[in-house]
């Protein structure tokens, strides 16, 4: 197997399930094959058809593999646990079912994290037991998810959660065995957490199990970190732009994986907000245009 492409649901501006602005997961499929990606994401469970059926026949009408899927979800607050682990069963039985190898964990986005978005220094800390909790519910689902289920389970840092700042990411890495708990490396949430995810790569990349490509306006990003600017906010104005058009050095990426011989898939991810009036289907196809002219087939 060597580096393969594909989107997922986010870049049509699917982060939860019920959203009324949603495209019909049929048309995301329909697109997300026509913009030239053989494989798509899962999105947030509920969204496309838990019956098995139903959705293998679409992915193989419109020729895609299923990749994977996210947890999404408020690891930090232990009173949504049933939630979390609502999420994490469905999720998990509906990737084995199309035999998806990925399991994405992503701790949600937090009304206590999301005003410092991309400023280290003065985002709250956990304290030591709200943290041992914490990190402890993460590795219960990514037990759940490779024992169980005998996925690939990633860890996912991501912009205003409690998993955001590289600190919080290596000391989760350094606390949860390897075997269960891999790194799903997303480019622009790094970038955007104000650091460099090549050099993070040269460092783990022998842990990285799966990747998000995503870019970072660095213009957007800097005035965002000027003002103070929380992470919703910077969304609206823009903050994540089109793959090669950010700070993201993609073509060092590229090399990085090549030279520690990567196999499987990169999922991008142009995250947009609906109230923009984005053009996924542009975008998806431009994305896809800059990869393969840095090499990626």
């Not at 400023?119 to 304290?127: H, I, P, S, T, V």
């Not at 389970?153 to 350094?174: K, M, N, Q, S, Y």
């Not at 090399?255 to 923009?276: K, M, Y």
């Given at each position: 197997?060597?580096?393969?492409?594909?989107?997922?649901?986010?870049?049509?501006?699917?982060?939860?399930?019920?959203?009324?602005?949603?495209?019909?997961?049929?048309?995301?499929?329909?697109?997300?094959?026509?913009?030239?990606?053989?494989?798509?994401?899962?999105?947030?469970?509920?969204?496309?058809?838990?019956?098995?059926?139903?959705?293998?026949?679409?992915?193989?009408?419109?020729?895609?593999?299923?990749?994977?899927?996210?947890?999404?979800?408020?690891?930090?607050?232990?009173?949504?646990?049933?939630?979390?682990?609502?999420?994490?069963?469905?999720?998990?039985?509906?990737?084995?079912?199309?035999?998806?190898?990925?399991?994405?964990?992503?701790?949600?986005?937090?009304?206590?994290?999301?005003?410092?978005?991309?400023?280290?220094?003065?985002?709250?800390?956990?304290?030591?037991?709200?943290?041992?909790?914490?990190?402890?519910?993460?590795?219960?689902?990514?037990?759940?998810?490779?024992?169980?289920?005998?996925?690939?389970?990633?860890?996912?840092?991501?912009?205003?959660?409690?998993?955001?700042?590289?600190?919080?990411?290596?000391?989760?890495?350094?606390?949860?065995?390897?075997?269960?708990?891999?790194?799903?490396?997303?480019?622009?949430?790094?970038?955007?957490?104000?650091?460099?995810?090549?050099?993070?790569?040269?460092?783990?990349?022998?842990?990285?199990?799966?990747?998000?490509?995503?870019?970072?306006?660095?213009?957007?990003?800097?005035?965002?970190?000027?003002?103070?600017?929380?992470?919703?906010?910077?969304?609206?104005q823009g903050i994540f732009c089109n793959l090669g058009n950010g700070d993201v050095d993609f073509p060092a990426v590229r090399q990085i994986l090549l030279d520690a011989g990567?196999?499987?898939?990169?999922?991008?991810?142009?995250?947009?907000?609906p109230l923009l009036d984005p053009d996924p289907v542009a975008d998806a196809k431009a994305n896809r245009a800059y990869l393969q002219s840095i090499g990626?087939?």
């Amino acid at each position: 197997m060597t580096i393969q492409i594909g989107n997922a649901p986010c870049s049509w501006g699917v982060e939860f399930p019920d959203d009324p602005r949603n495209p019909a997961w049929q048309t995301v499929l329909k697109q997300c094959a026509e913009a030239g990606y053989t494989g798509i994401e899962l999105g947030p469970i509920g969204f496309m058809p838990e019956d098995p059926a139903i959705l293998a026949e679409a992915l193989e009408q419109n020729g895609l593999e299923l990749i994977g899927g996210v947890v999404f979800r408020a690891f930090h607050d232990a009173s949504q646990w049933d939630n979390v682990m609502d999420g994490a069963v469905r999720t998990c039985k509906a990737l084995v079912a199309h035999g998806a190898q990925h399991l994405v964990l992503i701790d949600s986005i937090s009304p206590r994290r999301a005003p410092t978005a991309g400023r280290a220094g003065e985002a709250e800390q956990m304290d030591q037991a709200e943290w041992s909790a914490f990190r402890d519910r993460i590795a219960t689902v990514a037990r759940l998810g490779a024992e169980e289920y005998g996925l690939t389970v990633g860890i996912h840092a991501h912009a205003a959660g409690f998993i955001d700042f590289e600190p919080e990411l290596e000391r989760l890495l350094d606390e949860v065995d390897e075997k269960i708990l891999k790194i799903c490396f997303d480019t622009g949430h790094h970038s955007y957490a104000g650091f460099d995810p090549v050099a993070f790569m040269k460092r783990h990349i022998d842990r990285i199990s799966y990747m998000h490509f995503k870019d970072i306006d660095p213009k957007v990003k800097a005035a965002a970190i000027a003002s103070r600017t929380g992470f919703y906010e910077a969304c609206g104005q823009g903050i994540f732009c089109n793959l090669g058009n950010g700070d993201v050095d993609f073509p060092a990426v590229r090399q990085i994986l090549l030279d520690a011989g990567f196999e499987g898939w990169c999922t991008v991810e142009q995250d947009c907000d609906p109230l923009l009036d984005p053009d996924p289907v542009a975008d998806a196809k431009a994305n896809r245009a800059y990869l393969q002219s840095i090499g990626f087939n």
